[in-house]
């Protein structure tokens, strides 16, 4: 059974600092890979997905890379502001289409 | 292109009570997926459905079920409800299942 873990579960940094979010999984045989954002009370928004074949994806100040073989997939955004601030997920999907997610990271980013 | 819909946005039953759930996908997308967000559980998987075929299911008791249309518009019921049940629900869209997901902002359930 795959299992996604997000640590740590909150982390707070000064802005203008780079923010480094983790993701692990168990189970390397994942079709897709897929970094959110959620603001309080509100839906998810789709950051960056990043393929199985791939190795990282970008998108303005996000970086994301994907080390399947580890389990491990890392969410870079350079610069953080106080808009940044939200509870970021990751979550993986099989080749059945099944995604499972992680509990999140909550992120604050102070002026 | 419209994002993916959700109504009611809130909703406030009573135990034993049910309710029915819609989304509306974004417009091409044939994968629906529902999720319970609770602050405990964090996200669950519910269940997907993918040309008006369930493909996915969660470990989620009977009393929790849904259904897709021809036109990919999903529904989801729960009956009997009770008080664990107030969460918050959210619908997922994707061209296929396993693609990137787009969320809908989701349903806000309140069970008294």
């Known amino acids: 059974k795959q299992e996604v873990t997000q640590i740590p579960a909150a982390l707070s940094v000064p802005e203008g600092e780079n923010l480094v979010l983790n993701c692990s999984f168990t189970?390397?045989?994942?079709?897709?890979l897929q970094w959110f954002r959620q603001d309080p009370g509100k839906g998810l928004t789709s950051l960056l997905l990043i393929q199985s074949s791939q190795r990282e994806q970008t998108s303005g100040r996000l970086n994301a890379s994907l080390d399947k073989s580890s389990g491990r997939s890392t969410l870079y955004i350079a610069a953080s502001q106080p808009g940044d601030s939200a509870t970021y997920l990751c979550?993986?999907?099989?080749?059945?289409?099944?995604?499972?997610f992680g509990a999140g990271t909550q992120v604050v980013v102070t002026p | 292109k419209a994002g993916v819909t959700q109504t009611p946005r809130y909703l406030i039953k009573t135990r034993g009570q049910q309710v029915t759930l819609s989304c509306s996908p974004i417009?091409?997308?044939?994968?629906v997926s529902w999720y319970q967000q609770t602050p405990g559980q964090g996200l669950q998987f519910l269940f997907e459905y993918f040309s008006e075929t369930q493909r996915n299911k969660g470990n989620f008791p009977g009393r929790f079920s849904g259904r897709q249309f021809s036109n990919s518009r999903s529904e989801m019921n729960v009956s009997t409800l009770e008080l664990g049940d107030s969460a918050l629900y959210l619908c997922a869209s994707s061209p296929k299942p396993g693609d990137e997901q787009f969320f809908g902002p989701g349903t806000r359930l309140t069970v008294l």
């Open positions: 979550a993986v999907s099989d080749s059945w289409g099944k995604f499972q």
């Open positions: 189970d390397s045989a994942i079709y897709n």
């Open positions: 417009s091409g997308h044939r994968s």
